[in-house]
Protein backbone atom coordinates (compact mmCIF):
# COMPACT_ATOMS: atom_id res chain seq x y z
CA UNK A 1 0.00 0.00 0.00
CA UNK A 2 1.88 3.43 -0.91
CA UNK A 3 1.51 6.32 1.19
CA UNK A 4 -1.24 8.03 -0.99
CA UNK A 5 -3.54 5.37 -0.86
CA UNK A 6 -2.80 4.80 2.98
CA UNK A 7 -3.66 8.16 3.58
CA UNK A 8 -6.92 7.95 1.48
CA UNK A 9 -8.42 4.77 3.71
CA UNK A 10 -7.19 7.22 7.11
CA UNK A 11 -9.24 9.98 5.94
CA UNK A 12 -11.95 7.59 5.34
CA UNK A 13 -11.83 6.06 9.18
CA UNK A 14 -11.30 9.21 10.26
CA UNK A 15 -14.64 10.23 8.53
CA UNK A 16 -16.38 7.36 9.88
CA UNK A 17 -15.36 7.91 13.49
CA UNK A 18 -16.33 11.50 13.11
CA UNK A 19 -19.99 10.40 11.56
CA UNK A 20 -20.24 7.90 14.14
CA UNK A 21 -19.39 10.70 17.18
CA UNK A 22 -21.58 13.60 15.72
CA UNK A 23 -24.53 11.15 15.89
CA UNK A 24 -24.14 10.61 19.23
CA UNK A 25 -23.49 13.80 20.09
CA UNK A 26 -27.13 14.33 18.52
CA UNK A 27 -29.13 12.07 21.20
CA UNK A 28 -32.01 14.55 22.03
CA UNK A 29 -32.46 14.29 25.61
CA UNK A 30 -36.19 15.35 26.31
CA UNK A 31 -37.17 16.72 29.58
CA UNK A 32 -40.79 17.12 30.29
CA UNK A 33 -42.96 18.79 33.80
CA UNK A 34 -45.95 17.30 33.76
CA UNK A 35 -48.51 19.51 36.16
CA UNK A 36 -51.19 17.85 38.25
CA UNK A 37 -53.07 20.11 40.69
CA UNK A 38 -56.56 17.94 40.47
CA UNK A 39 -57.56 15.96 42.95
CA UNK A 40 -58.99 13.69 39.84
CA UNK A 41 -57.87 10.01 39.71
CA UNK A 42 -59.04 10.61 36.03
CA UNK A 43 -56.43 13.38 35.77
CA UNK A 44 -53.76 11.17 37.83
CA UNK A 45 -54.24 8.52 35.23
CA UNK A 46 -53.84 10.59 32.21
CA UNK A 47 -50.74 12.25 33.65
CA UNK A 48 -49.40 8.63 34.07
CA UNK A 49 -50.58 7.52 30.50
CA UNK A 50 -48.71 10.58 29.43
CA UNK A 51 -45.70 9.05 30.96
CA UNK A 52 -46.05 6.27 29.28
CA UNK A 53 -46.86 7.55 25.50
CA UNK A 54 -43.75 9.97 25.87
CA UNK A 55 -41.88 7.21 27.02
CA UNK A 56 -42.27 5.07 23.94
CA UNK A 57 -42.49 7.48 21.71
CA UNK A 58 -39.26 8.69 22.54
CA UNK A 59 -37.58 5.37 23.22
CA UNK A 60 -38.51 4.40 19.62
CA UNK A 61 -36.63 6.48 18.14
CA UNK A 62 -33.51 6.04 19.85
CA UNK A 63 -34.17 9.47 22.50
CA UNK A 64 -33.62 10.23 25.82
CA UNK A 65 -36.51 11.26 27.78
CA UNK A 66 -36.50 12.84 31.56
CA UNK A 67 -40.14 13.86 33.38
CA UNK A 68 -41.18 15.54 36.70
CA UNK A 69 -44.31 15.00 37.56
CA UNK A 70 -45.19 18.36 39.88
CA UNK A 71 -48.18 18.61 42.28
CA UNK A 72 -49.19 20.73 44.69
CA UNK A 73 -52.47 21.76 45.75
CA UNK A 74 -55.44 19.25 45.72
CA UNK A 75 -53.05 17.50 43.29
CA UNK A 76 -50.70 16.31 45.92
CA UNK A 77 -53.37 13.35 46.81
CA UNK A 78 -51.84 11.52 43.55
CA UNK A 79 -48.89 11.22 46.09
CA UNK A 80 -49.97 11.02 49.48
CA UNK A 81 -49.26 7.41 50.98
CA UNK A 82 -52.57 7.22 52.37
CA UNK A 83 -55.01 8.36 49.78
CA UNK A 84 -53.29 7.88 46.31
CA UNK A 85 -55.56 6.11 44.23
CA UNK A 86 -52.87 5.40 41.31
CA UNK A 87 -49.91 4.19 44.25
CA UNK A 88 -49.45 0.72 42.59
CA UNK A 89 -48.80 2.50 39.43
CA UNK A 90 -46.68 4.85 40.33
CA UNK A 91 -44.45 2.09 42.35
CA UNK A 92 -44.29 0.20 38.68
CA UNK A 93 -43.88 3.28 36.55
CA UNK A 94 -40.71 4.01 38.76
CA UNK A 95 -39.50 0.59 38.26
CA UNK A 96 -39.73 0.56 34.49
CA UNK A 97 -38.63 4.06 33.85
CA UNK A 98 -35.43 5.31 36.39
CA UNK A 99 -35.81 8.76 34.54
CA UNK A 100 -39.33 9.83 35.83
CA UNK A 101 -39.56 11.87 38.91
CA UNK A 102 -42.26 12.65 41.01
CA UNK A 103 -42.28 15.99 43.63
CA UNK A 104 -44.62 16.95 45.74
CA UNK A 105 -45.10 20.31 46.78
CA UNK A 106 -44.09 21.03 50.71
CA UNK A 107 -46.15 24.27 51.09
CA UNK A 108 -49.19 22.17 50.45
CA UNK A 109 -48.65 19.37 52.31
CA UNK A 110 -47.90 22.02 55.49
CA UNK A 111 -51.29 23.02 55.13
CA UNK A 112 -53.15 19.44 54.33
CA UNK A 113 -50.87 18.24 57.87
CA UNK A 114 -52.50 21.19 59.65
CA UNK A 115 -55.91 21.23 58.12
CA UNK A 116 -55.81 17.44 59.06
CA UNK A 117 -54.16 17.81 62.33
CA UNK A 118 -51.77 14.81 61.21
CA UNK A 119 -48.45 14.49 59.64
CA UNK A 120 -49.25 13.73 55.95
CA UNK A 121 -47.21 10.86 54.72
CA UNK A 122 -45.93 10.53 50.90
CA UNK A 123 -45.52 7.30 48.88
CA UNK A 124 -41.50 6.39 49.05
CA UNK A 125 -41.52 7.46 44.82
CA UNK A 126 -42.16 11.32 46.22
CA UNK A 127 -39.44 14.05 46.62
CA UNK A 128 -40.67 16.99 48.61
CA UNK A 129 -40.19 19.97 46.63
CA UNK A 130 -40.53 23.56 49.04
CA UNK A 131 -42.79 24.59 46.68
CA UNK A 132 -44.57 22.57 43.53
CA UNK A 133 -45.48 26.45 41.71
CA UNK A 134 -41.86 27.42 42.23
CA UNK A 135 -40.61 24.22 40.58
CA UNK A 136 -42.45 24.12 37.64
CA UNK A 137 -41.20 28.07 37.13
CA UNK A 138 -37.37 26.87 37.73
CA UNK A 139 -37.98 23.98 35.17
CA UNK A 140 -39.32 25.93 32.50
CA UNK A 141 -36.20 28.56 33.32
CA UNK A 142 -34.03 25.20 32.74
CA UNK A 143 -35.61 24.88 29.02
CA UNK A 144 -38.07 21.92 30.02
CA UNK A 145 -41.11 21.36 28.24
CA UNK A 146 -44.83 21.58 30.16
CA UNK A 147 -47.43 19.74 30.15
CA UNK A 148 -50.59 20.26 31.99
CA UNK A 149 -52.70 17.11 31.28
Not at 17 to 46: C, M, Y
Not at 82 to 106: G, H, N, Q, W
Request: net charge neutral.
Amino acid sequence: MNGRHLALVFAGVLTAASATGAAAAETKTHRIAIHVDESDPQRFNLALNNVENIEKHYAAKGEKVVIEIVTHGPGLVMLRADTSPVKDRIAAMSLDYPELRFSACENTRAGMAKREGKEILLLKEAHSVPSGVIRLIELQEQGWSYLRP
